[in-house]
């Protein structure tokens, strides 16, 4: 039997260390079910620390009658591993649609214990949607240089030849060479955007309080597009400063938080944008263009309660020229991606019928490392201040 002492007896050194480095949630399971020992990805994917995981029944974590606990029985008594994908572990408490692929596998060296490992599929199917988002952004990049100079200057012609012709044209030709003019202008409009794809200029990057930003973000709102709109903000006062371009983040949530209220705008009362913070300290990913992985623990999410994005856009939802609006141009989220792509930053959206998520996550201010980074690559940077509350 086992003993209580080898129950809390926590893992070596070096495996703690190797379990650590892995991006997935892995947990070591005792014979009562009890959590013996966990990761940082897995404090991370519970919302709690190890410290409290480490006094947990497994069964307080998972839902009631969780195909989870059946797979660890299965192993403890068949002393085999096995594999199960697409997995339901969602909770009100850590957020009702988690899916998973389970890993289970017998300890050899302890008896009965069990070792758990999850893959988040929102998490391995977010890298490869950034990877598809990356290579439509360079898609695009290549399009906009050919358009700017291929369309606008003949178009500046058509729309200087419609202004001639407007000078002699009666009142009812005028009517067309207007209408000549007003669609030249929306397609140089349409290029322009799109020209901030190619605009790989560094940017100067410091600390920001992104509740400034979102405050800022809901006054511009509320006092235009969302007038009418019910607001709930959710914060973490404690959140660190995020590294970044504060005038582009005011770009990336007032587009995020356009799209929500439109997407409730048929609600009348009962329309609903939800704004939270929060901090995540296990989520390290393998973001593109990073040779290894980074910490990205600042969560900022922008929610609605609206219809929902249709299930086949959302695989590429961010990409460019995909949109759900009938006027839309479908640049709006690309250029979102591109700008929090630009910062070392991940976004992902889940949908469903009235409760949809734009979630953002980037990294934290450094200012020692920051500092170094500028001086290194000449790039305008903010030296070390003496407090991190940014403006």
Known sequence: MTSAAEHRRPLPTDSEAILNALPNPVL?????????????A?????????????????????????PLLALIDQVRSSSSPVNEYKVDLGTPRIGGDRQVDLHVAPLTERPGHIVVM?????????MDRQLTHRSAARSVIALAAMLAHEIKNPLSGIRGAAQLLEQAASSEDRMLTRLICDEADRIVTLVDRMEVFGDDRPVARGPVNIHSVLDHVKRLAQSGFARNIRFIEEYDPSLPPVLANQDQLIQVFLNLVKNAAEAVADLGSDAEIQLTTAFRPGVRLSVPGKKSRVSLPLEFCVKDNGSGVPEDLLPNLFDPFVTTKQTGSGLGLALVAKIVG??????ECESQPRKTTFRVLMPMFNPAKQFDQSNRDGVPGTPPPASQNAR
Request: hydrophobic share 40%; glycine share 8%.
């Open 28 to 40: 070591l399971v005792a014979p009562d079910g009890r959590i013996v020992d966990a990761n940082i």
């Open 42 to 66: 897995a404090e991370s994917f519970f919302e709690i620390s190890t410290q409290f995981l480490r006094r947990q029944s497994l069964k307080e974590l998972v839902p009631f009658g969780s």
């Open 118 to 126: 999850l893959q988040e599929r929102t998490i391995a199917d977010k």
């Open 342 to 347: 630009d910062h070392g930053g991940i976004i």
